[in-house]
């Protein structure tokens, strides 16, 4: 019989622990003629119990087991880890808060059985999320889509259900900043989609806020896209081109009318503006440096302190 590994993520989680492997194992003893399960859970360096509840449901189902970091390395990175952990031949990740619906496990497999390798699902609608992060989310993914080659779906979740091959895809992608939207997106394959309505998390709060979210948007562009250099080349020579323009017309002017120019505040506005160009095109650059700098220190992106 086939093997599905199910990685959770989990950062201050105690209070979902329980009402996600009760929900899980229903649908677990629904599929049970065709799957066993086995769950990955990974402590991503939580401050509350979450390690303590994880240890006593790992001691109680044989099918159970964490993995707990030596401090909170970010989502991606517990992603990773439980990837690498889990050995079943159909691999799917899913948020310890049930905003990933298990019930979507069984249409989701359906949909595998049918000969696609990846099974995605996307949220109908943000129902239940604030506006503002709704407007921002919606500006990331036409803007990433535009100017990335990777296609990125807006309202996907990483809750997909992938293959042993998928996985091991995805596992060979060596590098440190990882920017998982992106890295599923990348490995290509036959992609399916199941859509469902958005839910509210059933306890605990959002570990994200607005400039963590803002943080990983800049990192899924960086990772994923060249525009922003292509930016700085295009203003660069945008504004070299208005200076020779200008040149040309001031020596035209001089040798014309004779006399100079004055204009004292336009000179200084110029100045700034070239200044201000120059800073940006620098900013840039340094943040893909800074990534190179990251992945050249080849870091682990976790350390893994107690396994259960
Ligand atoms: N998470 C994690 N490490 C972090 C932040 C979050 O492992 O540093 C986990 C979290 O426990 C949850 C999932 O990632 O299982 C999604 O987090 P959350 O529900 O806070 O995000 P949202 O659903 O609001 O996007
Ligand atoms: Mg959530």
Redesign the pocket.
Known sequence: MKKLSIV??????EETVHPFLEATQKIESLMSAELIFDYYF?N?GSKDKTLAVLREVAARFDNVHYLSFSR?F??EA?LLAGLEAADGDLVTVM???L?DPPELLQDMYAKIKEGYDVVGTRRADRKGEPIIRSFFARTFYWLINKISSTEMVDGARDFRLMTRQVVDSILELGEVNRFSKGLFSWVGYDVAYVTYENRE?VAGE???NFWSLLRYSMDGFINFSEAPLNLSLWAGSLSFIASIIGIIIVIARKLAIGGSVSGWASTICIILFIGGLQLLALGIIGKYIAKIFLETKKRPVYIVKEKG
Request: net charge negative; glycine share 4%.
């Open positions: 959770v993520p989990c950062y201050n989680e990974v991503d909170n970010g989502k517990a948020d310890a808060d905003q998390r959002t570990s994200w």
